[in-house]
């Protein structure tokens, strides 16, 4: 997508996989400074060693610090940080303790939709069942209880709902929630004795003029007891951000308020892995622990990060401007995240061709898009969408110009396509 990599992490990994680097003078004394403590936490001073299985303890000191310090000074104790390649896996890791059938019930996850397939992909693979819950379109995609306690009491039929899963910023849909919201749907977990998974990978990415993030632990400790002593488990990722590290695969899963046996097997499950990889343990150390004011490589990463927030703000607000603008098309404010999840009028032809082909409606549309025009969307049908209608989403990380082109493009061919299947 053209995003250029963030020279701190770059260099930081460059030393710590080639320690001959470390006496380069081209490389700034902080770099030097974080690859030594990293080698140090490393068996034999090498990042081809193994590590504990919930990562490198320095760095799971620093992610704590970093929490710490993004929750206004909430304690959070580095021993209920265990890092992973990625989040996904951090995710798996810790929904796989719910796997128990009682009283010959599934135990089910409740899953906002439209969803991130991770979790469908999960629970089908954990012969798990899913309670879909559906966002709100007409508010900006916002969480209603009302939905929430639909989909729970249609769910108990046949299963024990056992997590709740909130993805915030959203994915595909990009919404950001507000505070209240969020003492809802804690609320609503604590009544009902769900787990909650915060998916909170996207916390970087809010453009919106008035949205803000608000963690999950920091919004349950604040309302005190009996919230603050439920079962949570926040993730978080270099995959997103202004990082994009995705390849690297870094991420951690902070678990709070487990019970001491459950924990001891959590720790003992991810055993079983051995560790998360050593280099996306590194690049996830140099995001909680960015170079500080005043450090050789401060202004460098400063300039660099705010240059990619800046750019995916101004993103994020061109793509829903121009989708709004097409007839047949309608786009929420993409408020946080890196995807637009626009709404589609399909005619009855472009339905009725869809069939014809064995294919869901907006699977057909994006079809014909990337045959005709080498644009890249993948259909709402692939992240659940209320029935009847019609959804896709796209990324905005392209950079701008490309974008522009792009978007140009994909107007050009919505009104050739609607014209057809007239």
């Known amino acids: 997508m053209g995003q250029v990599p963030i ?59 970093y929490i710490q310090r993004r929750d206004g000074g909430i304690p959070c104790d580095w021993q209920d940080v265990v890092l992973s390649a990625g989040a996904s896996d951090g995710i798996k890791a810790v929904m796989k303790l719910l796997i128990n059938e009682e009283g ?87 009544k009902e004795k769900l787990i909650i998974f915060a998916d909170e990978v996207y916390q970087d990415n809010v453009y919106a003029e008035g949205s803000k993030f608000h963690s999950f632990k920091k919004v349950l400790t604040e309302l005190g007891e009996p919230y603050s002593k439920m079962e949570l488990a926040s993730f978080m990722s270099c995959s997103k951000g202004y990082m994009g590290e995705c390849g690297l695969r870094g991420g951690y899963a902070e678990v709070i308020n487990l019970c001491p046996n459950v924990k001891a097997m959590y720790l003992k499950s991810i055993s079983a892995m051995l560790c998360p990889t050593v280099l996306g343990q590194a690049v996830m150390d140099c995001v909680v622990a960015p170079p500080k004011e005043g ?32 007839d047949g098309i309608s786009c929420n404010t993409v408020q946080g995240a890196m995807y637009a999840f626009p709404q589609i009028k399909l005619p009855a032809k472009a339905i009725e061709a869809a069939k014809a082909k064995g294919q869901a409606p907006d ?22 969408q209320k029935p009847g209608t019609y959804h896709f989403r796209t990324t905005i990380l392209p950079q701008t110009e490309k974008l522009r082109e792009m978007l140009e493009g994909f107007k050009k061919f919505h009104t050739e396509f609607v014209k057809e299947h007239q």
């Not at 209603?144 to 910023?169: G, M, W």
């Not at 990009?174 to 969020?182: A, H, K, P, Y």
Request: contains cysteine; glycine residues 8%; charged residues 25%.
């Open 104 to 190: 010959g019930k599934k135990p089910g996850v409740m899953v906002p939709i439209p969803q991130y397939p991770l979790y469908s992909a999960t629970i089908a693979e954990f012969n798990m069942s899913l309670a879909g819950y559906y966002l709100n379109e007409e508010k900006n995609w916002g969480l209603d209880i009302k939905e929430l306690e639909r989909s729970i009491s249609e769910a108990k039929k046949t299963t024990n709902v056992r997590a709740i899963v909130i993805i915030n910023p959203g994915n595909p849909t990009g919404q950001v929630l507000s505070r209240e919201n969020i003492e809802e749907i804690i609320k609503f977990a604590y």
């Open 363 to 384: 699977a057909y549309y994006a079809f014909e898009l990337l045959e005709r025009t080498g644009i890249c969307i993948v259909p709402g049908s692939g992240f659940g």
């Open 7 to 65: 020279t701190f992490i770059r260099q930081v990994l460059a030393l710590i996989s080639y320690t001959p680097l470390l006496d380069d003078p081209k490389f700034p004394e902080d770099v030097k400074k974080r690859a030594r403590e990293i080698l140090a936490g490393c068996r034999g001073g090498s990042v081809g060693s193994y590590t504990d299985s919930p990562g490198i303890e320095i760095i799971r000191k620093h992610v704590a610090e």
């Open 295 to 326: 450090e050789p490589s401060y202004a460098t990463w400063k300039k660099e990060k705010d240059s990619v927030l800046k750019s995916l703000n101004e993103r994020a607000k061109l793509v829903a401007d121009t989708f709004n603008s097409i």
